[in-house]
């Protein structure tokens, strides 16, 4: 399969380097979903939201349409066995970028607390104007992965490349920050640990956090 | 006085902000932008808006702190008949203390210098997670024992008997805990170090090291209250040991 489809991409990635120069806004806003899962799996925290750097609104688009968001969860659940592989051989806390679900073009960032609990962001790139048959979404994944390539150089590169080492640190900042409010949520004598979080000021907060650094 | 003023600004929510709020109208529009029902302390500072960091004059009076431990022991041994029971119940009244001390724990040694994560906090590299049973037991004897009790624990052990490679044994001179509790006769056997135990367990648990932990009284001439705390890994992690140690894993 490689040999035959690989010279259509990278003729169709030069093409995609020419349009994002074309300055098309929609192209670099990234959209999120970031999820805490107790050490035993159960979701404890969910959020979605969209790039807010660079004159993003902070609303996520995601590919699938309304009715299938459970696919957000879907993805991200299933890169928990590449967690629980690469939590015994990384001993820091944040384990980067850990999982990539090519037909949606979804990155999965993991960062994992002390006592277990486990922050997921996804991170997936807004769909392609051009792209509209399903053959073609297929490739467009790694169409992006070398189109962020190109457009590295763009200030706005966080948005661009989801495994740039700029994007990891913004979201190594990210997630420090939602480190500091679960904390404070676990501290609550009312709080067990695998409990939902519901208080609006801890969704607040992630969503403060969501808009200063992605 | 702060509460009645919170209770008549709750009530002219309810019935529409008619009566009793208008002479109030700013802390009104504040409480009306937060959702309902949440409850804000009278000072507005949320657990969210206070920092985690310990500051010096912020230590708690070891008075208070054995007149609370007191109360946990008395209201422990009103429910049970013997003082294994005694000890479970202890024993898990510090466990869920031990899985939160280790994510408060980590978090104080990655911000060491403000509770901002804001600007310059990257210049420190956080502590790793402990991977192997050797770095969770000094992540116990060491940083553990110092947030607790201000110093570091006496001895660690491992066994020397071959049929007990998974026993481990930490040792405090003087528990804090006991300070203040002397046991009746009949109850010599009795360590209510059970309680630090249970935090051990929840340390160790929250790590993903299944453990059981228990506290034994071995005084000698010198320490009169000396205790040994043995941590027992189950199967799983000590397979996972040796999975690790093949793998080259610090």
Redesign the interface.
């Known amino acids: 399969m490689g040999a035959t489809s690989k010279p259509a991409i990278l003729s169709s990635s030069a093409m995609f380097g020419s349009m994002s120069t074309l300055n098309n806004p929609n192209l670099l806003k990234m959209s999120y979903y970031f999820t805490i899962l107790s ?1 035993t799996d159960t979701p404890l925290f969910n959020i979605a939201f969209g790039t807010s750097k660079g004159g993003g609104d902070g609303i996520a688009r995601f590919r699938f349409p309304e009715t299938a968001q459970y696919m957000n969860q879907f993805i991200i659940h299933s890169s928990l066995d590449i967690l629980e592989e690469a ?3 990384n ?4 384990l980067k970028h850990i999982d990539t679900y090519p037909p949606a073009a979804a990155y999965i960032t993991a960062f ?5 609990a486990r922050f997921l962001l996804l991170h997936q790139p807004p769909h392609l104007p051009s792209s509209t048959s399903t053959s073609g979404s297929i490739g467009s994944s790694s169409l992006l992965g070398t189109a962020g390539s190109t457009t590295r150089a763009s200030s706005s590169s966080i948005a661009a490349n989801p495994t740039s080492p700029q994007t990891e640190e913004a979201v190594r ?1 990210f997630m ?2 939602v ?10 004598p009312f709080y ?2 695998g409990m939902e979080i519901k ?4 969704r607040s ?1 992630i969503t403060a956090a969501g808009k200063k650094w992605l | 006085m702060a509460a009645p003023h919170r209770h008549a600004t709750m009530q002219s929510m309810s019935n529409g902000g008619i009566s009793s709020g208008s002479d109030r109208p700013q802390q009104h529009s504040q409480l009306s932008q937060q959702s309902p029902g949440l409850r804000v302390p009278s000072n507005r500072k949320t657990i969210y808006d206070r920092h985690l960091n310990r500051t010096r004059t912020a230590e708690l009076s070891r008075a208070s702190f054995a007149f609370l431990f007191g109360e946990m022991v008395t209201y422990a041994q009103r429910r049970v008949t013997g003082i294994q029971d005694l000890e479970k119940r202890l024993n898990e009244q510090g466990y869920p203390l031990g899985l939160r001390l280790l994510d408060l724990l980590f978090y104080r040694s990655t911000s060491t210098s403000s509770s901002a994560l804001s600007s310059s906090s990257t210049s420190s590299s956080p502590p790793n997670r402990p991977l192997r049973i050797i770095t969770l037991l000094h992540l116990i004897h060491g940083p553990l024992w110092r947030l607790l009790f201000g110093r570091a624990a006496d001895a660690l052990e491992h066994s020397v008997s071959p049929d007990t490679p998974n026993e481990y044994m930490i040792t405090d001179n003087d528990p804090m805990v006991n300070t203040y509790v002397s046991a009746p006769r009949d109850m010599s056997m009795l360590n209510c170090a059970a309680y630090v135990a249970g935090i051990i367990e929840g340390v160790c648990d929250g790590c993903g090291f299944e453990t059981k932990v228990s506290a034994h009284n071995q005084p000698t001439e010198l320490w009169p209250s000396r205790t040994v705390f043995l941590v027992r890994f189950g199967d799983p992690v000590m397979e996972r040991e040796k999975v690790l140690e093949r793998a080259g894993v610090k």
């Open positions: 050490p939590q015994w051989t001993g820091g806390m944040y994992l607390t002390p006592s277990g900042q420090n920050e480190y500091e409010s679960y904390v404070k949520t676990a501290m609550s067990k640990q208080s609006p000021v801890f907060r």
